[in-house]
Structure formats: structure tokens, C-alpha cells
């Protein structure tokens, strides 16, 4: 597998890089502004080995709200609900319960993922307002075989040496204070 890294300059003093990997599961922007609605879309690189991938499993983080996933031609869905800890305000209404998982499955073997051709699956959410890096865990299922991407660095954000590793969001810190 191979993998490069990129720098991004924002603004004048904040310079980040990121690791590309090109295979893997990561997702298309891993740069967002803290409590900002952002679009998560992962790319599926590969299969698990030679073998097409037939869902996708994302755990929501924590403090990730209102998470909602994007329809996919021939997958079925699957949204994953649970109470909250930590109840949050909406619309003006209490939220008291939210997404932690969203599944897609394809429906028939016509709609597998061959490990020759990528994908993307993707979910809006709300992003918390504290900025730093968040992990998304991912669970690829494959014909045969299974790939879990939830390995986290000790420390840092670098994911070299890591066979499996979680796709990376780092959240920038917003100047806007915008309550919706
Ligand atoms: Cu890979």
C-alpha cells in the first residue's frame, strides 16, 4: 500500500499534514471547521483482499450529531439509534436519542464492490465544537473476510505502521459561533 503526505497551509500560522493514503478506507476531506454540518464521505480503496466488499458499517462518534447517511443505488440501509448522555438542543426541540451507526449492505451480489474499483458512502452530520482529530471507525465486510478499520495512533495523528487504521477528521477551530 502505498501513501503519501501532504501539507496544507490555512490561513498564516496553522499548517497541517495529512497522510494520504490511497488505499484504505479515508475519508475525501479530513480537514472541517469544529461544529461546523459537514459531509463525510469514506473511500473504499480495496476490498479485503481479492475479495469485493458487501457493506459498510460506520460507527457515528460521539458528539457527532443528527447523523445522516446518503442513499446508495442497490444497498439497503440501516441506522443505529441510541439514547444520549448528554441531551442537545435542535430546531428548538430536545434531542434525546441519535445516530451511533449507520449500515450499508448491497442487496444482491450485481451491487458488490470489486477490490479493481473504489467507491464512496457518504453522511451528513454535525460536528462537534471542539476542534482537534476524531477517529471514524469503519467495519468492511467482504465476501470472505472482514476488515476493521478502528486501529488509533498511542499518539499524534500519523497512522504510519498501522495496518488498519481509522479514518482521520481533524476539526480546525471556528470563529464562528453559530447555533442553528
Ligand atoms: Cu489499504
Known amino acids: 500500500m502505498i ?25 475525501a476531506d479530513q480537514l472541517a471547521a469544529a461544529g461546523s454540518y459537514y459531509k463525510a464521505t ?4 480495496h476490498g479485503c483482499g481479492d475479495e469485493p466488499t458487501t457493506a459498510i458499517i460506520v460507527k457515528i462518534p460521539v458528539g457527532f450529531e443528527g447523523a445522516k447517511p446518503q442513499p446508495k443505488f442497490g444497498w439497503s440501509l440501516t441506522i443505529k439509534k441510541e439514547p444520549l ?17 449507520i449500515k450499508w449492505e448491497a442487496n444482491s451480489k450485481d451491487f458488490y464492490l470489486p477490490n479493481e474499483q473504489f467507491d464512496e458512502f457518504s453522511f451528513s452530520t454535525r460536528l462537534p465544537a471542539k476542534s482537534g482529530p476524531h477517529w471514524i471507525s469503519v467495519r468492511q465486510e467482504c465476501t470472505k473476510g ?10 499524534g495523528t500519523s497512522t504510519k505502521g498501522l495496518k488498519s487504521p481509522a479514518a482521520l477528521l481533524e476539526l480546525l477551530p471556528s470563529q464562528v459561533n453559530h447555533q442553528h
Do not use: M, Q
Not at 497541517?16 to 488505499?23: S, Y
Not at 472482514?146 to 499518539?155: F, K
Open 146 to 155: 472482514v476488515n476493521d478499520w478502528a486501529e488509533v495512533p498511542s499518539s
Open 42 to 45: 469514506l473511500r473504499v480503496g
Open 3 to 27: 501513501s503519501l503526505k501532504i501539507c496544507i497551509k490555512i490561513f498564516v500560522s496553522y499548517a497541517l499534514c495529512i497522510g494520504i493514503a490511497n488505499a484504505h478506507i479515508v475519508l
Open 85 to 101: 448522555s448528554k441531551p442537545f438542543k435542535s430546531h428548538g426541540k430536545t434531542i434525546t436519542e441519535d445516530v451511533v451507526e
